[in-house]
C-alpha cells in the first residue's frame, strides 16, 4: 500500500481494499516504468550509446558551436524543471498554469534559435566550408 | 438476490483489475527489456537523417519525459482527492505548440538544404571524387596519346 499508507482506512469494505491494492499496483508498475525508462535513456547518454555528438555544432559544414543551440537546451531545461517543482507543490489534481512569462522567454528562445538557423542556412552566414572551397 | 449480485459484480470488478494490473506491468516490462537488449535501438533516437544529434529532439524527449511525469502525478493526486483527469491549461498546450512548431520548422530547413540531409565526411567524400573525375577527364583530353586513339577510331572505315 503505497500511496495510501498516509491513510488508513479501517471501515473499507473488501472491494474498496481490493480496489486500492489494484491502484497501488497500477502506481508501482508506471513510476518503475517511467523510473527505469528515464535511466536508461540517461545511462545511454552518459556511455555514448546514445550520440550526442554534434548536437551544440552548427550544421552548415563549420562545426563551431553554436550559442543559439546552448540557449535553447538552458530555457528547455529551465522550464521543465520550473513546471515540475509547480507540479510536485500542486496540492489538489489539477495541472498547473505556466506564467505568461515563461512562455514568453521560451518563445523567445526558440524563435532565435529558428531564425538564426534558417539565417545561417539560406543567406549563407557562418563559414560553410562547401561554399568557401 | 441483488446482494449476490453486487458481490458477483464486485469480484468480477476486482479480477478485471488484476487483470489490468499485470497487463500493463507486462507490457511495461517487455519494452524495458527490449531497450535493453537492443531490440528496440535507442542509438539513434537524437540523431538527424545526416548522422549528427538534433537540439529539437532533444527538446522534445525532455518534454515527453516532464509532461509524462507530470499528468502522472496529478492523476494521482486527483484520484486521492475524489477528481478525475486533470484539465490541460491553455498555457501547457502553447508550450508544447511551440516546442512542435520549433521542431517542423527546423526539419523544414533542414530538408531544404544539403548540409541538413548529409553528414560533412559524405559531402567531403563526394566533392573529393567529383575533384578526382574532372582531374581524370581533363587530363584524359589532353594525352595526346588517347587523342591520337580517338582519331583513328573516327577515322577508321565502316566495316558494313
Given at each position: 500500500m503505497l500511496i495510501?499508507?498516509d491513510?488508513?482506512a479501517p471501515?473499507l469494505?473488501?472491494?474498496?481494499?481490493?480496489?486500492?491494492?489494484?491502484l497501488?499496483?497500477?502506481?508501482?508498475?508506471?513510476?518503475s516504468?517511467?523510473?527505469?525508462l528515464?535511466g536508461?535513456?540517461?545511462?545511454?547518454?552518459?556511455?555514448?550509446q546514445?550520440?550526442m555528438?554534434?548536437i551544440?555544432?552548427?550544421?552548415?559544414g563549420?562545426e563551431?558551436?553554436?550559442?543559439e543551440?546552448?540557449?535553447?537546451?538552458?530555457?528547455?531545461?529551465?522550464?521543465?524543471?520550473?513546471y515540475?517543482?509547480?507540479?510536485?507543490?500542486?496540492p489538489?489534481?489539477?495541472?498547473?498554469?505556466?506564467s505568461r512569462?515563461w512562455?514568453?522567454v521560451?518563445?523567445?528562445s526558440?524563435?532565435?534559435?529558428v531564425?538564426?538557423?534558417?539565417?545561417t542556412?539560406?543567406?549563407?552566414?557562418?563559414?560553410?566550408q562547401?561554399?568557401?572551397r | 438476490?441483488?446482494?449476490f449480485?453486487?458481490t458477483?459484480?464486485?469480484?468480477?470488478m476486482?479480477?478485471?483489475?488484476?487483470?489490468?494490473?499485470?497487463?500493463v506491468?507486462a507490457?511495461g516490462a517487455t519494452?524495458?527489456?527490449?531497450i535493453?537488449?537492443d531490440?528496440?535501438?535507442?542509438?539513434?533516437?537524437?540523431?538527424?537523417?545526416?548522422?549528427?544529434?538534433s537540439?529539437?529532439r532533444?527538446?522534445?524527449?525532455?518534454f515527453?519525459?516532464v509532461?509524462a511525469?507530470s499528468?502522472?502525478e496529478?492523476v494521482?493526486?486527483?484520484?486521492m482527492?475524489?477528481g478525475?483527469?486533470?484539465?490541460?491549461?491553455?498555457?501547457?498546450?502553447t508550450?508544447l505548440?511551440?516546442s512542435a512548431s520549433?521542431y517542423?520548422?527546423?526539419?523544414?530547413?533542414?530538408?531544404s538544404?544539403t548540409?541538413?540531409?548529409?553528414?560533412?565526411?559524405?559531402?567531403?567524400?563526394?566533392?573529393?571524387?567529383?575533384?578526382k573525375?574532372?582531374?581524370?577527364?581533363?587530363?584524359a583530353?589532353?594525352?595526346?596519346?588517347?587523342?591520337?586513339?580517338?582519331?583513328?577510331?573516327?577515322n577508321?572505315?565502316?566495316?558494313?
Amino acid at each position: 500500500m503505497l500511496i495510501f499508507a498516509d491513510h488508513p482506512a479501517p471501515s473499507l469494505n473488501r472491494y474498496q481494499k481490493n480496489t486500492m491494492r489494484i491502484l497501488s499496483i497500477l502506481h508501482f508498475e508506471v513510476w518503475s516504468f517511467l523510473c527505469v525508462l528515464g535511466g536508461m535513456i540517461v545511462y545511454r547518454l552518459l556511455t555514448r550509446q546514445i550520440d550526442m555528438g554534434g548536437i551544440f555544432a552548427r550544421k552548415d559544414g563549420s562545426e563551431a558551436a553554436s550559442p543559439e543551440r546552448i540557449q535553447l537546451l538552458l530555457s528547455t531545461l529551465g522550464l521543465s524543471v520550473q513546471y515540475l517543482g509547480q507540479v510536485w507543490h500542486t496540492p489538489d489534481g489539477k495541472m498547473p498554469e505556466i506564467s505568461r512569462d515563461w512562455l514568453m522567454v521560451f518563445g523567445g528562445s526558440s524563435g532565435i534559435y529558428v531564425g538564426v538557423k534558417a539565417l545561417t542556412m539560406f543567406a549563407g552566414k557562418g563559414t560553410n566550408q562547401e561554399r568557401i572551397r | 438476490m441483488s446482494a449476490f449480485l453486487m458481490t458477483m459484480n464486485s469480484g468480477l470488478m476486482t479480477v478485471c483489475g488484476y487483470i489490468v494490473c499485470g497487463f500493463v506491468g507486462a507490457i511495461g516490462a517487455t519494452i524495458l527489456w527490449y531497450i535493453w537488449t537492443d531490440k528496440i535501438d535507442l542509438c539513434g533516437v537524437l540523431n538527424e537523417v545526416n548522422g549528427t544529434a538534433s537540439m529539437s529532439r532533444l527538446q522534445l524527449l525532455i518534454f515527453t519525459f516532464v509532461i509524462a511525469v507530470s499528468f502522472f502525478e496529478l492523476v494521482e493526486k486527483g484520484t486521492m482527492s475524489g477528481g478525475g483527469l486533470p484539465d490541460i491549461p491553455n498555457g501547457v498546450l502553447t508550450l508544447l505548440g511551440i516546442s512542435a512548431s520549433t521542431y517542423a520548422v527546423g526539419k523544414g530547413i533542414s530538408y531544404s538544404r544539403t548540409e541538413g540531409v548529409t553528414s560533412p565526411r559524405e559531402r567531403t567524400e563526394a566533392l573529393d571524387t567529383r575533384t578526382k573525375g574532372a582531374t581524370e577527364a581533363a587530363a584524359a583530353n589532353t594525352n595526346p596519346v588517347v587523342l591520337a586513339k580517338e582519331a583513328i577510331v573516327m577515322n577508321e572505315p565502316k566495316q558494313d
